[in-house]
């Protein structure tokens, strides 16, 4: 296995939305030096080139979730083709999880609000939608930018199933809850949360949610202990709305650093997982692509070393590793 210090080195040799990142994560670097290059996401690289191609209107390829010239019954919407990824809330999405400053979108909020529409029934955007995975995002980016997405936070408490999860086929009638749509609500809950404060009722659901996932060990299927699917140990990058384990034990990672609690013990199988993906030389593959269009690629290929996974793998082993003897590690 190669040292750490030259995958490290590897790391730092990226764009400011992931350099900064792998300095105070991994490097510890000083707050002054990692927040100097997380300023850069706003002028340099990916970041950049996200925010130069906003529309006057404040949206992104014209439309809310899909870009406005999409053909709902063509060939892009056949099995197999892919979600496109240019719209406003897949945009949004990448640049907060990216860490870039909220100020930089000043009066984007209140653009959204003036001229975006959901693709289902033209609900108003910071309302949010019928779908748990949209609603997760939509709240996350909406505390992010300053808009009212409080109705949406007491939408999840609304549509928490018996389980303790949400599924975004509910509207379809299901009723039992789903890995992808309960990581994606965790998410958004927990972004909300520390920005806000949250409450009792919010927290006892984010909690009843990773009881859920935890239950299963991140991988299983309660009523068989089989894998639930391949997906789940299946890493690629961007993560999107997939769930892996990769995915779901970085949101256990943040809701342990920010509930400052050690790891659950039932997070092993999803660790060991990851631990046993580490190439020989420290780093991590790509090892999927989610089809569908986008603005630019963001990471490698199929097949080849990732740094955003590599990235996402040492954080989440050094956290595991650590934490599990001092719960109260500094990270």
Not at 74 to 101: F, V
Request: net charge negative; with cysteine; hydrophobic share 40%.
């Amino acid at each position: 296995m190669a040292e750490v210090a030259s995958v490290t080195d590897w790391l730092i040799d990226s764009d400011p939305a992931l350099r900064w990142q792998v300095e105070r994560d991994l490097l510890r670097a000083p707050e002054d030096v990692w927040e100097a290059t997380r300023r850069r996401i706003a002028t340099e690289g990916f970041g950049a080139r996200l925010l130069a191609l906003q529309d006057p209107d404040g949206q992104w390829g014209g439309g809310s979730f899909f870009p406005g010239d999409f053909d709902f019954h063509g060939p892009e919407a056949a099995d197999g083709a892919g979600q496109p990824w240019t719209a406003t809330t897949w945009t949004l999405n990448s640049l907060r999880e990216w860490g870039l400053d909220a100020s930089r979108l000043e009066g984007t909020a209140a653009l959204l609000e003036a001229n975006s529409r959901w693709d289902y029934n033209g609900l108003p955007y910071w309302a949010g939608e019928v779908d748990c995975c949209i609603n997760a995002s939509t709240l996350a980016n909406g505390v992010w930018l300053g808009a009212d997405v409080s109705s949406i936070a007491q939408w999840f408490l609304d549509h928490q199933m018996d389980e303790g999860g949400w599924n975004c086929e509910w509207v379809e009638g299901s009723t039992r809850s789903s890995f992808h749509s309960t990581l994606n609500a965790l998410k958004g809950l927990l972004f909300f949360e520390a920005a806000t404060g949250g409450d009792t009722a919010l927290r006892e659901a984010r909690r009843a949610g990773e009881e859920y996932l935890l239950r299963r060990g991140l991988l299983r299927r309660a009523t068989t202990g089989e894998i639930v699917g391949p997906w789940a140990t299946t890493f690629a990058y961007p993560f999107r709305w997939k769930f892996s384990a990769l995915n779901a034990v970085g949101y256990f990672r943040s809701a342990s650093l920010y509930d400052v609690a050690g790891p659950d013990p039932r997070l092993e199988d999803a660790v060991e997982l990851i631990r046993a993906a580490r190439q020989p030389d420290g780093t991590w593959m790509q090892e999927a692509r989610l089809p569908g269009r986008v603005w630019f690629e963001v990471d490698v290929p199929p097949g080849e070393p990732s740094k955003w996974l590599t990235f996402y793998g040492m954080r989440a082993l050094e956290w595991w590793d650590t934490r599990r003897v001092n719960p109260r590690a500094e990270f």
